[in-house]
Nanobody, 119 residues
Framework: QVQLVESGGGLVQPGGSLRLSCVVS????????MGWYRQAPGKQRELVVT???????NYADSVKGRFFIVRDGAKNTVYLQMNMLKPEDTAVYYC?????????????WGKGTLVTVSS
């Protein structure tokens, strides 16, 4: 079992930056997949970025060059560094991880943290 605790959401101006944190209850190096999703008002949940062990990072086209996933093994934390924020980035952001148990992937979700980009 894995527990995820997200934080860092809030109100930020367009063009500003924000860093979201996801504290994981086990070593992040034991994770098969880690990443972030978001759900904007009136829209379905969408991928922001994932990192897959042994494969690499996959960013949504809408955030490439602006958002970056960062791992801190000492703190068991996965960050989403968001730069050059736009109003259309407004959404609830969810941390997502997968672990392998006997070779079978098991998925866990955080509760979400709200990011509002507005002047």
């Amino acid at each position: 079992q894995v527990q995820l605790v997200e934080s860092g959401g809030g109100l930020v101006q367009p063009g500003g930056s924000l860093r979201l944190s996801c504290v994981v209850s086990r070593s992040i190096f034991s994770l098969y997949v880690m990443g972030w999703y978001r759900q904007a008002p009136g829209k379905q949940r969408e991928l922001v970025v994932t990192f897959t062990s042994g494969v690499g990072t996959n960013y949504a086209d809408s955030v490439k060059g602006r958002f970056f996933i960062v791992r801190d093994g000492a703190k068991n934390t996965v960050y989403l560094q968001m730069n050059m924020l736009k109003p259309e980035d407004t959404a609830v952001y969810y941390c997502n991880v997968q672990i392998l148990v006997g070779g079978v992937p098991i998925e866990y979700w955080g509760k979400g943290t709200l990011v509002t980009v507005s002047s």
